[in-house]
């Protein structure tokens, strides 16, 4: 079969050739945005006196007939034809005869694929963002259901201080707001046309590339051919935004995964969104929530991958480049399928208050607040966390908490004690008075899941 561009050829590659080259494998995923290309090309085509109107409109009839195919999933690629571009083109020329050809004045497979991709990718961030929105909303509402919720708060692992559960969800929160910002921010970057760049230098047919870039919904065109044709920036910030995202998922999931232990138990994942064992019966596994982290490492491996096949590439085109689509699509794919399990996965767990509640009765994390309370009493913050320290030391070798000494025991430590220091040792009492900006209390969460609010409308 002769190939689209195989005048100056004398023979054909051997068939595991083409298939090595190909990349309809996988670039099939953007025929309709091929298609569209396309159509904005030969109406400007039109507009310019480059092509009669008669032929435009053939073309433009075989191009809908083709995106009505491609709609059904009824169009058949073919290897030989190497990619999305020429099995369209190709396609299009069997359909409507020699004046499909005429298709591709004053444009290049390179032009056109990098247009295909911002196409592609405009849309999908726009899908990207509607998710993150949709898990913000599910993280603020079992939020708002556990502000009294008292839960241990951790550094190092250990126990640090008690802290109201909304405020740990909310955290989340606000990772994927910065991670909205962040896929909002790159539209500005993806949304440039590289359309009538050409192979590299531009064309010498009067092309109008505002218009077709109009008619694509682009906002602005790149100002240099060789750039157009050579970016893939883009693609990297996409892939290095996804791997943040991935980071931020991927915490989570370790939580989830540590909450759901036995030793824990602060949560309980539920059924549809857990698996058994095959051999001991008694297993429930948060597949989910590991699946999501372990997808992590090949979300930054395609980060890694893209940027290391730019780094070597002389301007403009090179066939490397054809290696961006792959991870790019993973990557989607991945983000996508994550952002939605992790949404549901945490809209229907159980979060265990009562263990929540016994944990935090059963430790030191109101340590803090004891030296607080002697610093408030006149003490420098240095001495009364070396009491405070002492007081602990007691505790352990006694095998009790702060609030099962006797104010006799404590007083051994500083006469600065008195009977309210009970009331101040409560994990309540502890997280109630964190009403510093940001901070835990109870009140500063409701105003905190206020704000969160307003970032959703
Ligand atoms: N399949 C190619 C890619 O994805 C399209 C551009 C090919 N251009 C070329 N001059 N070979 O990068």
Redesign the pocket.
């Known amino acids: 079969m002769t190939k689209l561009w195989g005048g100056r050829f004398q023979k054909s590659a051997e068939s595991w050739v083409d298939e090595f080259g190909a990349?309809i494998g996988f670039?099939q995923q953007l025929v309709m945005e091929d298609i569209e290309g396309s159509l904005a090309h030969v109406t400007m085509l039109g507009a310019q006196g480059i092509l009669p109107q008669e032929d435009v409109e053939k073309i433009k009839w075989g191009l809908n007939e083709l995106r009505k195919k491609a709609e059904k999933g009824e169009l058949e690629y073919k290897v030989e034809n190497?990619?999305i571009?020429l099995n369209i083109e190709k396609m299009l020329i069997d359909l409507i005869g020699p004046v499909g050809g005429k298709l591709h004045t004053g444009r290049s497979?390179?032009d056109q694929?990098a247009t295909d991709m911002h196409l592609f990718l405009k849309k999908r961030v726009k899908e990207v963002v509607e998710l993150i929105e949709a898990f913000q909303k599910t993280i603020l509402e079992k939020a708002e259901q556990h502000i009294e919720t008292i839960a241990p708060g951790y550094t190092h692992m250990q126990r640090a201080q008690p802290i109201s559960f909304a405020h740990h969800l909310m955290a989340y929160f606000w990772m994927l707001e910065r991670d909205k910002e962040r896929f909002n921010q790159s539209l500005e970057r993806i949304d440039i046309s590289p359309l009538g760049a050409g192979a590299m230098a531009g064309t010498t047919f009067p092309i109008d590339r505002e218009m077709t870039a109009g008619l694509l919904g682009f906002s602005k065109i790149y100002e240099n051919s060789m750039d157009a044709v050579s970016d893939r920036d883009f693609i990297v910030e996409f892939l290095a935004n996804s791997a943040l995202l991935m980071t931020h998922l991927s915490r989570f999931a370790e939580e989830i995964i540590i909450w759901s232990t036995d030793e824990f138990k602060f949560i309980e994942l539920d059924d549809s969104f857990s698996t058994g064992s095959s051999i001991m019966p008694q297993k429930k596994n948060p597949d989910m929530a590991e699946l999501i982290r372990g997808k992590t490492g090949r979300v930054y491996g395609n980060l890694i991958g893209l940027l290391t096949v730019l780094k070597g590439t002389p301007l403009t085109?090179n066939?490397d480049?054809?290696e961006d689509?792959e991870g790019m699509f993973d990557t989607l794919q991945t983000i996508l399928g994550s952002l939605k399990i992790f949404e549901g996965m945490v809209r229907t767990m159980t979060v265990n208050t009562k263990r929540l509640n016994e944990a935090v009765h059963s430790d030191f994390s109101n340590a803090t607040e004891l030296a607080d309370y002697l610093a408030t009493k006149g003490m420098p913050f240095r001495k009364a966390h070396e009491v405070t320290g002492k007081l602990v030391f007691k505790c352990i070798q006694k095998g009790i908490y702060l609030k099962d000494l006797t104010l006799e025991e404590m007083k051994e430590e500083s006469e600065l004690i008195d009977e309210d220091v009970y009331e101040v040792l409560k994990p309540e009492a502890a997280v109630a008075r964190r009403l510093s900006q940001g901070g835990t209390g109870f009140e500063q969460v409701r105003k905190q899941i206020e704000k969160a609010k307003e970032c959703l409308k």
């Open positions: 990349s670039d190497e990619d571009h497979r390179n694929v085109y066939k480049m054809q689509k």
